[in-house]
C-alpha cells in the first residue's frame, strides 16, 4: 500500500466513514447510466444481427426493464423513509398498491408488445435482462476500483 492510500485511508476513517463509501455512493446513478448504454449498444447490435422485429423487442424489453428498476429504487426509497420516519407520512396502503400497480402496468405492456409483435418475443425477453448486465458492470468497475486503491 503506498503512502498516499495509507494517508487516504487515515484520514476517511478518521473523518467516520469508509473510502468505500465514496464509491458505492455512485453506484445507482451508475448502474442507470450503465442500463442506458447498454440498451442503446445492444439494441443497435440486434437490429444489425437480428433485424428490425428483435431490435424492438429488444429495446421495449429495455424500457420495461428500466422503468421497473426506476420505480423500484423510488419505493424502496420511499419505504425506508417510512420505517427511518424522516419523511411526511404517508399511506401504506398506497405505497403497496403503487407497487403492486408497477408489476400491472409492466404485464400489459410486455402482453401488448407480444400481441402486436410475436416475432419480437426473444428480444423482449433478452431485453427484460438489461439490469442484470448494468450491474455486471458496476460490479466489474467496483472491483477494478477497489484493486486499484489497494481497498
Known sequence: MSGDTSAMLGQAQTEGHSPCDDIYAGA???????????????SATAWWKFGR???????????????????LKNGVAHLADRVTD???????AGTVARFLLRYVLL?????????????????L???????????ACEAAYELYLAVVRGI
Not at 445507482?28 to 445492444?42: C, E, G, K, P, Q
Not at 433478452?126 to 450491474?135: E, K, Q, R
Open 28 to 42: 445507482l446513478d451508475r448502474i442507470r447510466n450503465s442500463m442506458i448504454a447498454l440498451a442503446v449498444i445492444f
Open 86 to 92: 424522516t419523511s411526511e407520512r404517508q399511506s401504506g
Open 125 to 135: 425477453l433478452a431485453g427484460l435482462f438489461l439490469p442484470v448486465g448494468a450491474i
Open 107 to 123: 404485464a400489459a405492456v410486455a402482453y401488448g408488445i407480444l400481441t402486436s409483435f410475436p416475432a419480437s418475443l426473444r428480444g
Open 53 to 71: 422485429p428483435a431490435a424492438l423487442g429488444f429495446f421495449l424489453g429495455c424500457v420495461i426493464a428500466y422503468l421497473n428498476f426506476h420505480w
